[in-house]
């Protein structure tokens, strides 16, 4: 997926002028705090080692396609759940626990980037990080670096893709209108947007297919 850096309260590109922080003001004290919060400066890194920290941070730029500031801090946010072991509450039979879980596979990432290339995952350039991840998520179940493929893959998207869209920046380039406590919604239903909604400018655009769907 290929896309424009996130641009602030504009909507990305496809919702003009939308900005899920413009109705903050219909939200209760509780949920206003917990969503403005995340806009707040990030959290200090406390789980990730350094070299963790960098390919951590290399690989979920490539998985959201964030190769420009404003940047939502997901490598903080996921920092943060895995320094409180916040994790799912579930994982699969063949997997470690989610931290450890993390620790071995961003390992295997630069032993993999070593391994192809002579340099660490953060060092290499953005053609061959996508290409190293695309082997992972190519495999599916078969293994790599002596771990599922498929798991890892599953890993680091659902908690890369829990942080991304957690951020109010993040729905705005969605249209995603926000929280809708107390003031719910008047017209629930397919394509009946709310008065303070944007239409979505390129309805039947694809992005994955924008690029052969190589950097999803």
Request: charged share 25%.
């Amino acid at each position: 997926m290929s896309r424009l850096p996130l641009d602030r309260g504009a909507g990305g590109g496809r919702y003009p002028g939308f900005s899920t922080l413009a109705q903050s003001g219909h939200w209760d004290r509780a949920t206003a705090g917990v969503v403005l919060g995340r806009l707040a400066r990030p959290a200090d890194i406390r789980f990730f080692t350094p070299a963790e920290e960098a390919t951590a941070r290399a690989l979920f730029d490539q998985l959201l396609d964030q190769h420009a500031e404003p940047r939502v801090p997901v490598v903080n946010f996921v920092d943060a759940r895995l320094a409180e072991n916040q994790t799912d509450g579930w994982r699969f039979e063949d997997m470690p626990e989610d931290g450890q879980a993390w620790r071995t596979s961003l390992s295997a990432l630069d032993r993999a980037a070593e391994e192809a290339f002579n340099q660490t995952f953060a060092s290499c350039n953005d053609d061959r990080q996508a290409d190293l991840l695309r082997t992972v998520r190519d495999l599916g179940a078969s293994s790599w670096q002596g771990l599922p493929a498929g798991r890892v893959w599953g890993l680091w998207t659902r908690y890369a893709c829990t942080a991304f869209y957690s951020h109010p920046w993040a729905w705005d380039e969605i249209g995603f209108g926000g929280p809708a406590y107390p003031r719910g919604y008047k017209n629930v239903g397919l394509n009946r947007l709310e008065p303070f909604e944007v239409a979505d400018t390129r309805p039947t655009e694809d992005p994955v297919a924008l690029d052969g769907g190589t950097r999803r």
